[in-house]
């Protein structure tokens, strides 16, 4: 499986190539399709076997090229939901990074982490460290009776007005934004 990072490299790495590649695309459902799917999808078209199954050979071996060399990225949905779940409490910006599948029925709305560290930042607030690399910083001013334990299962979920709160093990809750 593939680490966090590798797949938020990779996510980026797609956003950036979709969109070069969907130069010359067509629209498909209003999604862009990129060049080099489309090329290969139109060797469907030719009647002639022997002209179609060369059309095929010569449009897979590009695609195969062009995924080694990261021009274009292919992700299943359940890399996908993996890449969406490290994006999780980031602000971004409103694009169909995901493909046709951004549905707010897609949509994650809690995490379930385990806490690699955590330390007082200045005001006496909580800064979270998860072992996804992920920082949570605490935004109210609940206390948290104790230092939280490393290793604990930490479940952050969306809250009103785009503000998140986080249940760090059987400790009170307490409101927290991402910072990274």
């Known amino acids: 499986m593939m680490k966090l990072s590798g797949t938020l490299a990779a996510i980026t790495l797609m956003s950036c190539s979709v969109t070069a590649l969907a130069v010359e695309a067509d629209e498909v459902n209003g999604q862009a399709q990129p060049a080099i799917i489309e ?37 299943d949905r359940e890399q996908m939901k993996e890449a969406k779940r490290g994006f999780f409490g980031l602000s971004l910006p409103k694009i169909k990074l995901f493909g046709r599948g951004d549905s707010d029925e ?18 006496g607030k909580w800064l979270l460290l998860m072992e996804d690399g992920a920082q949570w910083l605490q935004t109210d001013n609940t206390p948290v009776l104790g ?4 290793g604990v299962a930490v479940t952050i979920e969306r809250a009103a007005l785009g503000s998140y709160i986080a249940r760090i093990g059987k400790k009170r809750p307490i409101r927290v934004k991402r910072i990274n």
Do not use: H, N
């Not at 897609?106 to 005001?123: D, P, Q, R, Y």
């Not at 230092?147 to 490393?150: D, R």
């Open 39 to 75: 090329r290969l999808f139109d060797c469907r078209k030719i009647e002639d076997p022997a002209a179609r199954l060369s059309c095929f050979d010569r449009e897979v071996a590009a695609v195969e090229v062009a995924a080694g060399t990261d021009d274009l990225v292919i992700a």
């Open 106 to 123: 897609e949509e994650i709305t809690k995490v379930e982490m385990t806490l690699l560290s955590a330390s007082l930042a200045s005001g």
């Open 147 to 150: 230092s939280p334990a490393t």
